[in-house]
T-cell receptor, first 109, second 115 residues
Framework: KNEVEQSPQNLTAQEGEFITINCSYS?????LHWLQQHPGGGIVSLFMLSSGKKKHGRLIATINIQEKHSSLHITASHPRDSAVYICAVWPYNTDKLIFGTGTRLQVFP | SAVISQKPSRDICQRGTSLTIQCQVD?????MFWYRQQPGQSLTLIATANQGSEATYESGFVIDKFPISRPNLTFSTLTVSNMSPEDSSIYLC????????????FGSGTRLTVV
């Protein structure tokens, strides 16, 4: 079993829909990251969070440390949101991230 | 947050040859990380590069295949040596971003195809 599990693996939405991507992990962590990877391969960090909730524009990330679970929400989705979204955790006492396998999102007009 | 310039963005290489990937950071950083992402897979850490010391390689990766240089606190290179089609992947560098709130900053990736 992977230490970081994401669901769903693939997600298709119509423009304007509310989207949720989930991440569960099994290790104790210092922080959790949500990353966005575009088709060219480059990765952009969206959020780093260790508790509660963060919001940036139409993106919201939440984390429940006790339940070892995080969600990434996209409100009013747009075709430009189409990308792979990756959850990565930063375990205690290490500099090495553990990555989920990603959720491929496609938003159609 | 820190900004990383990674080159080349993509390349198509003949088997048996080598390719060197460069990452330049706009600030001094202690550790740089090199990752491989095989098609359809998640990121896998190749090695951690510290300035002034040998890189630390993860299980399954060796220095002869993936030599790394770290001549100063803003620059690193990863060479993929004696390439085979199995080396076709996206290669990314990353740094811890102490200036920003995002934890880690990633390069734009190098998409390598070996034919």
């Amino acid at each position: 079993k992977n230490e970081v599990e994401q669901s769903p693996q693939n997600l298709t939405a119509q423009e304007g829909e509310f989207i949720t991507i989930n991440c569960s992990y099994s290790v104790g962590i210092s922080a959790l990251h949500w990353l966005q990877q575009h088709p060219g391969g480059g990765i952009v960090s969206l959020f780093m969070l260790s508790s509660g909730k963060k919001k940036h524009g139409r993106l919201i990330a939440t984390i429940n440390i006790q339940e070892k679970h995080s969600s990434l929400h996209i409100t009013a989705s747009h075709p430009r949101d189409s990308a792979v979204y990756i959850c990565a955790v930063w375990p205690y006492n290490t500099d090495k991230l553990i990555f989920g396998t990603g959720t491929r999102l496609q938003v159609f007009p | 947050s820190a900004v990383i310039s990674q080159k080349p963005s993509r390349d198509i290489c003949q088997r048996g040859t080598s390719l060197t990937i460069q990452c330049q950071v706009d600030s001094q950083v202690t550790m740089m990380f090199w990752y491989r992402q095989q098609p359809g897979q998640s990121l896998t850490l190749i090695a951690t590069a510290n300035q002034g010391s040998e890189a630390t390689y993860e299980s399954g990766f060796v220095i002869d295949k993936f030599p790394i240089s770290r001549p100063n606190l803003t620059f690193s290179t990863l060479t993929v040596s004696n390439m085979s089609p199995e080396d076709s992947s996206i290669y990314l560098c990353s740094v811890e971003d102490s200036r920003g709130n995002y934890g880690y900053t990633f390069g734009s990736g190098t998409r390598l195809t070996v034919v």
